[in-house]
């Protein structure tokens, strides 16, 4: 009997809803995380949000960002990459096939759409980091499961040894970045004073792509500046442990660990989350070591305690119907997650409807919910007659080298 040894996409059948629904869930707090900047509210100098009406509410509101969604979603999200890679080297070792050559070439086409993400549409993107990071992954896939956990908090921890050493040493590693940020910036005319309201100012796409092209700089500034690479690293790992042992086909059977795991998650990072957004909106009072300290030992707990939780929902109510709405979004993640910049452009900027610099933090968040709940009843609608997302559509047929059909067959 001839063995079928091609490798394809993941089909319906062969999906897992949990993980859907992490995703959905997912892309609901980064579209709260993202917004903010979309909106422009986060380039206002402090006396112009101090100036508005809603000033009171967005204090509020910004210490609740801090609290419950800055970085416990994108953690969310780089545990689930991590989850996706042990599948797709799974599937193709079942078929005896070469999965490092289909993964790389995933991580390739990856990589294209972020950096077209990055320069033409928003400076915030992570998906070139993800693919960058991804191909690094393969290194980590014979190590013991104990070794995995060990290297995943170490890359996570690192950091904060990093910050101390440096701030130490008095010296940046960064500081390039922002010099060649602020060297466009002095090219095109973008300064301190207008860069707050450029993009609310843009009358045409001329002006938002020489914005883009500072923020890519900004960009890898901020990726330099908070570490984002080995952070990123320890949280693929982690999810690679969480795929490489199934845990996610086999919830029941994990019920115990998932509910000490999330509880003791809760339990530390809860109260640690309420420290380090006090921290945050103090301008980091104790130091730039202590905040990437706190960083570590709140913001990853709390995105665990997220996961667990949803897990324990699942399993709790594994019937519900509401799996399949969370869960929709979740199966077209990239095109949903280029969708919030897309509409992120045309709300805010002056290409657009020009809101942007003019509505509050608390405004902006009851945005970022409006344009989610459409994004999920859109995917609802789309999947009724589609197999996947027009993106990921197109991302499969670039990694695979076939065509594939997306209609379904009603």
């Known amino acids: 009997m001839q063995t079928n040894n091609r490798i394809a996409p993941i089909q319906a059948k062969e999906r897992f809803v949990i993980l859907d629904a992490l995703r959905g869930f997912a892309l609901l707090g980064i579209c709260l995380a993202n917004f903010p900047e979309f909106s422009l509210y986060t380039f206002q100098p402090a006396e112009v949000t101090a100036a508005m ?13 801090y609290l419950f969604i800055d970085g416990k979603f994108y953690t969310i999200f780089s545990i689930l ?8 080297i799974a599937n193709a070792e079942r078929k005896g096939a070469n999965g490092f050559k289909i993964f790389y070439r995933r991580m390739s086409v990856l990589a294209l759409i972020g950096f077209l993400h990055l320069m033409l549409l928003w400076s915030g ?50 500081a390039w970045a922002s010099d060649l940020q602020w060297h ?29 092209i500072q923020g890519a700089f900004e ?15 320890g949280l693929f790992l982690l999810g690679f442990y969480i795929g490489r042992n ?53 913001v990853v707990p709390m995105g665990i305690s997220y996961m667990a939780g949803m897990a324990w929902l699942f399993m709790k109510y594994e019937t519900s119907g509401m799996w399949r709405y969370i869960a929709a979004p979740g ?8 969708g919030q910049s897309l509409i992120g452009i045309l709300l805010f900027y002056g290409i657009g409807f020009g809101w942007g610099a003019s509505v509050g933090l608390g405004t902006t968040e009851l ?28 991302w499969r047929m670039l990694t695979y080298g076939e065509y594939l059909k997306i209609k379904k067959e009603i």
């Open 219 to 233: 960009r890898m500034w901020e990726f330099l500046e908070g570490h984002r690479l080995l952070k990123v690293m």
């Open 81 to 88: 990459f991590g989850i996706g890679f042990s599948i797709i």
């Open 367 to 394: 945005i970022a919910c409006g344009v989610f709940v459409v994004e999920l009843l859109c995917s609802l609608a789309w999947l009724r007659y589609f197999r996947y997302g027009p993106l990921e559509w197109i």
């Open 331 to 338: 199966r077209m993640a990239l095109t949903n997650y280029i």
């Open 125 to 174: 993107d992570i998906l070139l980091l993800y693919a960058i990071a991804g191909m690094l992954l393969p290194l980590f896939r014979r190590l013991s499961d104990r070794m995995l956990l060990a290297v995943s908090a170490l890359f996570i921890f690192v950091p904060v040894l990093i910050e101390w050493s440096t701030g130490m040493a008095r010296i940046s590693l960064s």
């Open 53 to 65: 009406p809603s000033a009171a509410i967005d204090r509020v509101v910004r210490f609740i960002q």
């Open 246 to 298: 199934r845990i996610y086909a086999g919830l029941a059977c994990h019920r115990k660990e998932i509910g000490r795991t999330g509880t003791i998650s809760l339990l530390v990072g809860l109260p640690l989350s309420v420290v380090y957004a006090w921290d945050s909106v103090s301008g980091h009072p104790f130091g730039d070591t202590v905040a990437s300290l706190l960083y570590a030992v709140s």
């Open 184 to 212: 466009y910036c002095a090219k095109y005319g973008i300064t301190e004073e207008n860069f707050g309201v450029w993009l609310r100012d843009a009358r045409s796409y001329a002006g938002v792509f020489q914005f883009l």
